[in-house]
């Protein structure tokens, strides 16, 4: 833990004093011309500079406090070599803001698992920590949220660790193919050829997980099976890992057809972004249709994630907020 200094200096003005260890752990925590201090300064209105050897922070009480909280966490994740960036950095300052500034480190205790290069995988966000755990406890679960929230990552990775584990004697993942009629059939190939550019995402992911040879192993092996929505039909699927990706632009006969497939001992996982349908206007979402119908069902969870669990390039998180916005105008316009 820091050691701070207080002191009331004039105009209400407050000062409080950190101790570093290093200038090492400074110039991580602020960043490449000091781009992350200047997040941490303008999320908090806390003003920040360095003094021989420990930081000085003024501004009012409770920017102050503030910003000496999430700079405790910060320095305490650089110290656990975690890394830093400017997303990081403004969801714990959200979390601080929250009242939950303790919940900063700890979901950095949360490994998922390990990419085959061993790599390990966390929650980066509370969101993600409450989708992991309901595909722990539940046998159905909904991932629903923006691009960039790691739905389909996570449930992967819990995926194959499953299967490592043997839970599951199965993977598989699927996608519908939105545009499987007449723009399909101009793609070279055979039918496999023509759906894979849809289900790239979810080979991604395996390879990560997999990586590429033990992937095609496991795939000749018939363990693992990537395919397109369609190719569930009229299939019983025991002892699976499933996942559907992209389930906002199921119908609802799709989505119905998926979801009595699974027999005894499989585990579903629905993902997808109700914000992103591209179905024709007269068809309705199967996903937005399920999380309707299924929300009081036993043993089924519907895991919300926001623009706060996206975990990609800040820019990501201002796009969605913008596009958010203007749904909201374009709502009120229309229904005022």
Known sequence: ??????????????????????????????GVFDENLQVIESETGAHIKVEADRIKVTGSQEAVDLAATVMDKLFAMIRRREGIDRSRIRYAIDLAKEGNS????????????????????????????????????HTVVFGVGPAGTGKTYIAVAMAVLAFKNKEVSKIILTRPAVEAGEKLGFLPGDLQNKVDPYLRPLYDALYDFLGAENFKALQERGCIEVAPL???????????????????????????????RFGEGS???????????????????????????????????????????????????????????AAKREYHSTND
Request: glycine share 4%; net charge neutral.
């Open 102 to 137: 303790d919940l900063i480190l700890e979901l950095l205790d949360d490994v998922i698992a390990f990419t085959h290069k061993g790599k390990q995988i966390k929650c980066k966000t509370l969101g993600q920590k409450r989708y992991v755990k309901a595909l722990k406890q």
């Open 230 to 260: 369609a190719y569930m039909r009229g299939r019983t699927l025991n002892d699976a890992y499933i996942i559907l990706d992209e389930a906002q632009n199921c119908t609802i006969e799709q989505m119905k057809m998926f979801l009595t």
């Open 267 to 325: 585990r579903v996982v629905v993902t997808g972004d109700i914000t992103q349908i591209d179905l024709p206007r007269d068809k309705k979402s199967g996903l937005v249709h399920a999380i309707t119908v299924l929300n009081d069902v036993q043993g089924v969870s519907i895991v919300q994630l926001t623009h706060k669990d996206v975990v990609r390039h800040e820019m990501v998180q201002r796009i969605i907020q913008a596009y958010d916005r």
């Open 1 to 30: 833990m820091e050691e701070y200094y207080f002191e009331q200096s004039q105009a209400n003005t407050c000062v409080r004093f950190v101790d570093i260890q290093s200038m090492d752990e400074v110039m991580q925590l602020f």
